[in-house]
Each structure stands twice: as structure tokens, then as C-alpha cells.
């Protein structure tokens, strides 16, 4: 079962969201037009499973012009962005994605685009990866390798590893410089204060944003909030990061405490039960409670769900539920990632850094399928600095390089 197109208007919208990224996505053009000649995935099928708004989409029309066979799906039901699907559709790429699937249809989406002997695996979250080696292993000698996109994937990954349990090589895309200094920081703390406003059309200036976790994600968010005007309190687990962030600027508090001061919050730690429901009950009536992180595990919405006197669809991807008699907390998107839920997700000029990391990571791969023999593999450095290089380019910038003398002075021990 692929998708449909059931309005050919719904095509034409998503086709010109993608050329509106393509228009801002230089590395992805070049790497297009070098793909369309050379032809390096001719022959290769690529399961992929990201976010599929236009972004993503672009993503597989720079992969499907290097010669491969594409089998998409989304990587959350909220995200996928039906007219950009449907454009895939009519380009001719095999897509199993539509916005709002249950549990069940995700699941049965993941499964039929691994069902085509897939070769190469890009992932985002770990869920094809999971799915192959759980349920699927019959398709495990198709493939030769894969790249994870975000850090709660590579979580994922490490522990399969350390397990002994995975099977194939796969590139920790995330880990790159170019991907997680950029993508994580910027492109978070941008695209989720978007997704808020744009939802909630509150003010944030002279408001608390309560931010938890301090990692590339959080001092993304933590900085953009503050730009807004926003008085930030970081909660963290990690003395270091909270230090960090205390030099930074910001408050630093346990969530018990930060819980009635808040007026914002946005959880991106990837770890579970991040705000509870005896934090909640403690929130001041209006509360507003997001998640940026992977999994919809930061936020308890299932006792939140189970123990709210009343709830109210207030407005589109903002659902209040009745804490206390009278006392509303709002949870934006259901407590999936918000930028993606609520919003576009990242700006194109950062997803062109982090695909191009992508595109050159499933280009390895398939370079060096017969010397693969690490299970964890980093994006080799000379992929990350090539990136970096173009990408100055394109912002036209220019940098200086180490004279001979240089080079001489700190490759020896004179001073
Ligand atoms: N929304 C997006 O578009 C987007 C983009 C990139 C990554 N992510 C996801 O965001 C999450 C965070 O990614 P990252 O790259 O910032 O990871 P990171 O490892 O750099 O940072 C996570 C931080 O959270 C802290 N933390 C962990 N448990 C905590 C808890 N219970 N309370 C408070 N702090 C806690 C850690 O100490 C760490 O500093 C991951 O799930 C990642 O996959 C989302």
C-alpha cells in the first residue's frame, strides 16, 4: 500500500515547498548535480525514516537522482506533512506516511518500507534499525550499512553495540560537527520557539522559560528564549552542563522547584518522565508544557491523561487539561517534538548542513560496503571539513589557512 493522491492540489502545494528548500539548500544542489551525474546509488534501495516535511523530502529526491530506489516513510505520525508526501508520490518515490497514523499504522508503514530488501538504512530515532533486528531479521543480509540522524537514536545504537545485538555498520550522522553544533543548537532553538509562537500566539518577552536539559538542544532553546526577552531556568542532571549553564546566565533549579515558576516548558533531554503530574499539579492555571526531545517520553501524558479533572481542545495542537479544580496546565503537539508537531521543524539552511552529513555518510557506505568493520562508525573528519568548506562558500565567507612557518610551529615543541 503506498500513498495516495487523492487531490492533485495537495501535490502542486508540496512540490513547491520543496523548491523553496532546494532554493535554500546549496550543498543539497551540488551534491544533486554530482549524484545525477556519477549515478553512485544506482542499483541501491534506501529505507528512510525522518521527519517527512519538505525538508526530507528533498533529501530524497538528491538520493533518488544518484540511481536509488527510495522507500520513505515519516518518523512520527505528527510530523509527516501529507502534500509534501504526495508530491514524493508523483515524482515517482514509494512513500508510506500520512499525517495523524495510529500507533499501529506508524508500525505497519515502518515495516513495508523495510519489506523491499533494503540496502541502505537512514534513520531518526532508531526505529528501522529496532524494527529490522526485532521482527524483521530476514531482511538484515540486504543491508550493507546506516546513518542515524539524532542523538536518542545513537543512544539506541550504543546500547545495541555494547549488547553485542547489531548486525551492520551504522554512521552516527548526529555526532558530526556539521550535523549537531548546527542542527542541534540553532536549528532547535529556533524552529521550537517558532513552533510555540505560531501555536500558542502568547508573548514570551518578560515571561520564565523552564528548560530541561542543557545539551546541543537545550542551549539552543535556552538562547533563543532568552533573545525573546524570557527569563531561563535550565534544569540538568549533569553538574557540568549545569554549571554551563549558570555561567551562561541562567537560573539553575531542580523541576520540583522551577515547577511553579514557569510560565514555559520545554523538555529536550531524550530522557523519560522529565515533568511529572506532581509537577504539574504545582504549576501555576495556564501553564504552557512542550517537548523538543525525540520521544514523546518527556512529558507523563499518560497520568496527566488519566488524572485530569477535565480537558479542553483549546486550539490546534493545544489541548489544556484541568490539573486542579479550576487550574489548566496546556500541552502543545501531545508532547511529540514540538518543532516538527507544532511547526516546519528546522530552517532549510540548517537541514542543507545535516543532509548534506547525510547524503555523504550513505555515499561511504556504499564507497566501502566490502571494508566495513566497525559497527559504530563517526562521519570521517575529512567528510565534515569538505562540508564545512562548501558550506563557507556558499555564505561566502573565506578563511585563512597555516603558512609552511605556522605549520612548522605547532607540529614541533619549540616555542
Ligand atoms: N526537536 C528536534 O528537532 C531535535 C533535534 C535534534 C535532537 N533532538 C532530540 O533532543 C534530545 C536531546 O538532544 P541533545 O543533542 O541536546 O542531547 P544531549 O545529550 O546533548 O543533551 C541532553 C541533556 O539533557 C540532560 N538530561 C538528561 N536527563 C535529564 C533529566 N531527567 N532532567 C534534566 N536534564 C536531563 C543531559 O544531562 C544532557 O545535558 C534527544 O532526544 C535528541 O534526539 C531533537
Redesign the pocket.
Known amino acids: 500500500m503506498s500513498y495516495e493522491i487523492r487531490d492533485i492540489r495537495l501535490a502542486a502545494s508540496g512540490a513547491h515547498k520543496i523548491d523553496w528548500v532546494k532554493k535554500n539548500c546549496p550543498l543539497l544542489r551540488g551534491l544533486e548535480e554530482d549524484f545525477r551525474r556519477d549515478q553512485p546509488f544506482a542499483g541501491i534501495r534506501i529505507a528512510l525514516s525522518v521527519h517527512l516535511e519538505a525538508k526530507t523530502a528533498y533529501l530524497c529526491k538528491v538520493l533518488a537522482a544518484g540511481g536509488a530506489q527510495m522507500y520513505v516513510t515519516g518518523s512520527n505520525p505528527l510530523s509527516t506533512q501529507d502534500d509534501v508526501a504526495a508530491a514524493l508520490v508523483s515524482d515517482g518515490l514509494n512513500v508510506y506516511a500520512w499525517y495523524r497514523s495510529t500507533e499501529e499504522e506508524y508500525s505497519r508503514h515502518l515495516h513495508e518500507v523495510l519489506s523491499h530488501h533494503c540496502n541502505i538504512i537512514i534513520d531518526d530515532?532508531g526505529d528501522l534499525v529496532d524494527m529490522l533486528h526485532s521482527s524483521m531479521r530476514e531482511e538484515l543480509s540486504y543491508v550493507i550499512g546506516g546513518c542515524e540522524e539524532?542523538?536518542?537514536?545513537i543512544t539506541r545504537l550504543r546500547a545495541m553495540a555494547a549488547a553485542h545485538q547489531l548486525v551492520f555498520p551504522m554512521v552516527m550522522v548526529?555526532d558530526a560537527d556539521c550535523k549537531?553544533l548546527f542542527?542541534?543548537r540553532y536549528?532547535?532553538g529556533q524552529?521550537?520557539w517558532d513552533g510555540i509562537n505560531r501555536t500558542t500566539n502568547l508573548i514570551v518577552a518578560g515571561k520564565y522559560a523552564v528548560v530541561?536539559?542543557?545539551?546541543?538542544?537545550?542551549k539552543g532553546v535556552a538562547m533563543r528564549a532568552k533573545a525573546l526577552g524570557a527569563k531561563v531556568i535550565v534544569?540538568?542532571?549533569?553538574p557540568i552542563?549545569a554549571i554551563e549553564a549558570h555561567m551562561d546566565g541562567f537560573e539553575v533549579m531542580p523541576?520540583e522547584q522551577a515547577a511553579s515558576i514557569g510560565d514555559f516548558f520545554i523538555t529536550?533531554?531524550?530522557?523519560a518522565h522529565?515533568i511529572v503530574l506532581d509537577h504539574m499539579k504545582k504549576m501555576k492555571n495556564g501553564a504552557i508544557l512542550c517537548n523538543?526531545?525525540?520521544?514523546d517520553v518527556e512529558i507523563d501524558m499518560a497520568d496527566l491523561r488519566a488524572a485530569a479533572l477535565s480537558s479542553i481542545d483549546q486550539r490546534k495542537n493545544i489541548i489544556g487539561y484541568e490539573v486542579t479544580p479550576h487550574r489548566f496546565v496546556y500541552v502543545l503537539g501531545e508532547g511529540r517534538?514540538v518543532?516538527?508537531a507544532c511547526g516546519d521543524?528546522?530552517p532549510a539552511e540548517i537541514m542543507d548542513m545535516s543532509f548534506a552529513v547525510q547524503a555523504m555518510s550513505a555515499l561511504y557506505l556504499v564507497r566501502h560496503r566490502d571494508h566495513l568493520t566497525e559497527k559504530l562508525i563517526s562521519v570521517p573528519r575529512e567528510v565534515d571539513l569538505e562540508i564545512a568548506r562548501r558550506k563557507l562558500a556558499t555564505l561566502n565567507l573565506s578563511i585563512d589557512s597555516l603558512t609552511k612557518e605556522q605549520k612548522n610551529y605547532l607540529h614541533s615543541s619549540a616555542v
Open positions: 530515532g539524532t542523538t536518542t537514536g548526529n549537531h542542527d542541534n536549528g532547535t524552529s521550537v530541561a536539559g542543557y545539551g546541543w538542544c537545550g534544569t540538568e542532571i549533569d552542563k523541576m529536550v533531554t531524550g530522557c522529565v523538543a526531545g525525540h520521544f517534538l518543532n516538527l521543524g528546522h
